[in-house]
């Protein structure tokens, strides 16, 4: 298996990449002018040249300087097996169609326009994990504006749903408080007949119907 060769198998195994850039030789990398008035190429390009790696698990491919290959394949993980080789998979890396937040098709795409953040045609990530971890390893400043801004958001609507609960809490009170006025607003029958509203039996007992109902049975009622 690959993860057993030795890092020395898998960096003689490690098949070349393209150089990055776009310098070639005798590429003019600057033109006179009044304040250097001389012309600058590129003579020479040297570099250790590059190498793909892939990731052992999902199969990706990254270019690499064959300087750094021995220090990327000593990488390991917890389990002891290298995370990347040299050597391609027997199988395709899993694409998603996740899009980066940057893409030109994200809804809040306007609002990243006006910020000035540039477009990224991203859009096979495959959870939304690996947009966020994209968003945050390939464009940081925009991810730290944009989680900023979601951080105020989120405590504006928080703030908003204490202000809901508080209002029904106020009204559910108000409500209960009314239900025992109107409790407490009954009615009592009286000997002489009638009935009053609780917390008038002075007034009733002062009606003609009451004083007659009291001379004639010549009792006190309270």
Not at 124 to 130: D, G, H, I, T
Not at 196 to 216: C, D, T, V
């Amino acid at each position: 298996m690959t993860t057993e060769k030795m890092a020395v198998e898998l960096i003689e195994e490690a098949e070349s990449a393209p150089e990055p850039g776009s310098f070639n030789r005798r590429q003019v990398i600057h033109s006179p002018s009044d304040a250097f008035p001389i012309d600058v190429q590129v003579s020479s390009l040297e570099s250790a040249g590059y190498a793909y790696v892939y990731d052992n698990i999902t199969g990706d491919r990254s270019v690499i300087n064959r300087n750094m290959l021995e220090q990327q394949l000593s990488k390991l993980r917890p389990d002891g097996t290298r995370f990347f080789t040299t050597v391609k998979p027997n199988f395709e890396p899993k694409r998603g169609e996740l899009k980066c937040l940057l893409h030109e098709d994200d809804p809040e795409r306007w609002q990243y326009d006006e910020w000035g953040f540039a477009v990224c045609n991203k859009s096979n990530l495959v959870s939304e994990f690996q947009v966020n971890r994209h968003v945050q390893i390939r464009h940081r400043m925009e991810w730290q504006t944009i989680y900023e801004e979601r951080q105020v958001k989120e405590k504006e609507e928080e703030r908003d749903f204490q202000r809901q609960l508080l209002g029904l809490a106020v009204s559910n009170n108000t409500q209960s408080q009314a239900q025992e006025v109107d409790k407490s607003i009954g009615y009592s029958s009286c000997e002489c007949g009638e009935e009053y509203r609780n917390g008038y039996s002075a007034q009733h007992q002062r009606g003609k119907k009451h004083q007659r109902w009291e001379k004639k049975n010549g009792a006190q009622h309270s």
